[in-house]
């Protein structure tokens, strides 16, 4: 979800209607997470301490009858490795970072094949368009957005969104796909990550949305592991770059 939105300055909104609109969005699919028993991962590789404030906000809720809900942060060096630890499928990736960070774009890019949503906070130049489930961006080049409270704004907003959907139980529940050509339900093209190097068949562990599966990689040729590949019907059909996704500067 990338949507263009005015630069704010002193003088506007620091929402506006279109971020309004992506909150919104993104607070729902993440009440349907967490009714679905998710846990929120929180990463932010530059500023350490929104990774922290994000987690806590979720897991000590400080308005009383509002629900603990599990957040943890990850804030070790090598944060992919975390997150390929953590995750399991159903669960979110929250990262607060600019659109520049290597170890975040690896997240993003690889959080399908966990079986995991994405939510990505940041400002200046966006993402490429899709990098992640849900972007919430503050279209600045401001340098020192991140350290005023526009972030904290958002996840703020964000945590308190998601309670309100809490509020209306009909809201929780996803409804079902009745498309039968759907590629999140089909098996078309869904994005794997290898675990370890094909066997003497060429047979190799895939990790998918769906959990571990054998993969014949014979297609794609030589592969190591952690290697995207996108497979279908049991089959890699082809090797992806693992950093596909760049920037795109604001109009």
């Known amino acids: 979800m ?16 279109e971020l309004a609109a992506d909150l919104a969005d993104t607070a729902l699919a993440l009440a349907r997470r967490f009714h679905a028993g998710a846990t929120l991962w929180v990463v932010s590789p ?21 629900r603990a809900l599990p ?7 090598d944060p992919v490795a975390q997150c390929r630890v953590a995750t399991r499928p159903g669960d979110v990736i929250l990262a607060v970072a600019s659109a520049d960070q290597p170890a975040v774009r690896q997240i993003v890019r690889r959080a399908p094949a966990w079986g995991a949503d994405t939510i990505w906070i940041g400002s200046g130049p966006r993402p490429a368009p899709g990098a992640a489930t849900h972007v919430l961006w503050v279209d600045s080049d401001d340098p020192m957005v991140p350290a005023t409270g526009r972030f904290v704004l958002l996840y703020h907003l964000l945590w308190e969104l998601t309670h309100v959907c809490f509020e209306h139980p009909g809201l929780l529940t996803a409804p079902a796909c009745t498309d039968e050509t759907c590629v999140t339900c089909s098996d078309e093209g869904r994005l794997g990550e290898v675990e370890w190097p094909a ?9 998918t949305a769906t959990g571990r599966e054998p993969v014949d990689l014979s297609l794609v040729g030589e592969v190591a592991a952690g290697d995207l590949v996108l497979v279908h019907g049991g089959v890699a059909i082809t090797r992806l770059d693992p950093d596909g996704d760049g920037t795109e500067e604001r109009p």
């Open 2 to 17: 990338t949507r263009t939105h005015e630069s704010a300055g002193p003088d506007t909104d620091p929402i506006g209607p």
């Open 46 to 66: 530059q500023w350490e301490p929104h990774a922290h404030h994000v987690a806590v906000e979720f897991v000590h809720p400080v308005i009383m009858g509002k």
């Open 199 to 207: 066997d003497g068949t060429g047979s190799a562990p895939v990790r």
């Open 71 to 77: 957040s943890v942060s990850l804030v070790e060096p």
